[in-house]
T-cell receptor, first 122, second 109 residues
Framework: GAVVSQHPSWVICKSGTSVKIECRSL??????MFWYRQFPKQSLMLMAT?????????EQGVEKDKFLINHASLTLSTLTVTSAHPEDSSFYIC??????????????????FGPGTRLTVL | GQNIDQPTEMTATEGAIVQINCTYQ??????LFWYQQHAGEAPTFLSY??LDGLEEKGRFSSFLSRSKGYSYLLLKELQMKDSASYLC??????????WGAGTKLIIKP
């Protein structure tokens, strides 16, 4: 249980285009999902917290108009990188929070990560 | 401020035991996590401690001391596939996950 998928696994796009990344909880409902970015040899950086049915909460320094997050259902959150630039090239990872007693059947309050999406902007 | 400290890199020998330490300073505390991350992949959950003491799970064990703001991950019978980065992270009072920079573990034959 507690499987999180991401699509696509990798994407290459031209500068100025927009890219949508999907994060799905496959066998449980996730009221809260998180979006991270990781640059090479660095730790995860939280970008935003996505709550189903409400606006995402962005971390300081993350442009909400550039990184659009939609959490329209309990199993899907999307991150759209708008007008992508080469400096947006990174590894984007989502995670879903599993709460004890929830449909994920977890015994601890934890996060399970998707496999990540490697974005390269040319 | 909130902070997680762990060594940048460690080296150990196949078959041996290694302990990766983590100290944390957070605004409130709701538990500490360890994740394993292989190069180019997303992190995978290893353990969660919210009470003091040692939690054993196969070859991996995790320890927590809340009074000392300290945790360690103990890996026994090291295998080459254990070469990875190990990330320590703590929930603060708002259930915000505060991440350490990760410890790169290199296993030598």
């Amino acid at each position: 249980g507690a499987v999180v998928s991401q699509h696509p696994s990798w994407v290459i796009c031209k500068s100025g285009t927009s890219v949508k990344i999907e994060c799905r909880s496959l066998d449980f409902q996730a009221t809260t999902m998180f979006w991270y970015r990781q640059f090479p040899k660095q730790s995860l950086m939280l970008m935003a917290t996505s709550n189903e049915g409400s606006k995402a909460t962005y971390e300081q320094g993350v442009e909400k108009d550039k990184f659009l997050i939609n959490h329209a259902s309990l199993t899907l959150s999307t991150l759209t990188v708008t007008s992508a630039h080469p400096e947006d090239s990174s590894f984007y990872i989502c995670s879903a929070r599993v709460v004890p007693g929830g449909t994920g059947g977890g015994i601890t309050d934890t996060q399970y990560f998707g496999p990540g999406t490697r974005l390269t902007v040319l | 401020g909130q902070n997680i400290d762990q060594p940048t890199e460690m080296t150990a020998t196949e078959g041996a035991i290694v302990q990766i330490n983590c100290t944390y300073q957070t605004s409130g505390f709701n538990g500490l996590f360890w994740y394993q991350q292989h190069a180019g992949e997303a992190p995978t959950f290893l353990s969660y401690n919210v009470l003091d003491g040692l939690e054993e799970k196969g070859r991996f064990s995790s320890f927590l001391s809340r009074s000392k703001g300290y945790s360690y991950l103990l890996l026994k019978e090291l295998q080459m596939k254990d070469s990875a980065s190990y990330l320590c992270a703590a929930w603060d009072s708002n259930y915000q996950l505060i991440w350490g920079a990760g410890t790169k573990l290199i296993i030598k034959p």
